[in-house]
């Protein structure tokens, strides 16, 4: 375990890759005696620090939510983050790729919350009925700490939240049977993936219901109007300064972002 002079240390690195636009050295190095509960804490003094300086925070984002990603990353669940309001973007926004180190792209759904839902035992039934809406997202992936990078430095690093887009249609969560809400990425005119809802955990409401049960354990829940970022069901696709980038999910609408 870290001291907690260390976690504030590695919360401080993180912060001035950020600032600086430059990774910063793999925490994991630094600290290797660093424990996820650590990695958790570093996040939570990250956010602490953003919100001092202005920042709201705007819900949260799930990560890991597949099978092969957890084995690549040597974990049996997902991981989590915040959502800041500084890195909300909308449908046709010009987006400065100078402002991330090496941007990516995944397809997501996002669940904006339309009450209070709180932990233990929340199960997918749950999560939605207190949905309000789901709308086409994506996530923008980024990482402030060199590679390879273990689990730890992901969790430390706000999950390797950078920012999301919204667009498409806005459903209500029982209008669709949205476990096969399907979507292609493009890049540049080329589809580079595809993918279906159904691949997170078997339906996009079960990460969330992990997340607010994870909350619960350290006193926390999601709050009305928050957004929550599902997952993705495509793997990441690398983005540039020049890249105009489209997301077609078929009958709920498409987000299309250039990177400038």
Do not use: C
């Not at 790729?97 to 209070?116: N, Q, S, Y």
């Not at 430095?153 to 476990?179: E, K, L, Q, S, Y």
């Not at 580079?192 to 994870?214: R, Y």
């Amino acid at each position: 375990m870290m001291t907690e002079e260390e976690r504030r240390l590695g919360a401080e690195s993180i912060l001035k890759a950020e600032r600086e636009g430059k990774p910063v050295v793999q925490l994991s190095r630094t600290f290797p005696h660093m424990e996820i509960e650590d990695a958790y804490r570093v996040q939570d003094l990250w956010a602490q620090a953003r919100i001092a300086n202005g920042a709201r925070v705007a819900g949260h984002k799930i990560g890991l939510t597949s099978r092969a990603m957890q084995m690549a990353s040597k974990m049996t669940e997902p991981d989590y983050g915040r959502i800041l309001d500084d890195a909300l973007f909308n449908d046709g926004a010009q987006i400065p790729a100078a402002r991330f180190i090496k941007p990516r792209l995944e397809v997501e759904l996002a669940f904006v919350m339309g009450e209070d839902l709180e932990g233990p035992g929340v199960r997918i039934y749950d999560v939605m009925r207190a949905t309000e809406f789901v709308v086409p997202a994506l996530e923008i992936i980024d990482y402030r700490t060199e590679v390879p990078r273990a689990i730890v430095d992901t969790i430390a690093d706000n999950a390797a939240f950078a920012a999301i887009v919204v667009g498409g249609r806005v459903i209500r969560p029982m209008d669709i049977d949205i476990r096969w809400v399907g979507a292609t990425l493009s890049k540049n005119g080329i589809i580079e993936e595809s993918g279906v809802s159904a691949a997170i955990m078997g339906h996009p409401a079960a990460g969330i219901a992990w997340l607010v049960n994870k909350l619960s354990a350290v006193g926390a829940k999601l709050q009305k109007g928050q957004i929550v970022l599902a997952g993705s069901f495509t793997r990441p696709v690398d983005v540039a300064a020049g890249d105009v980038i489209t997301a077609d999910y078929g009958p709920v609408g498409a987000i299309s972002v250039s990177f400038t």
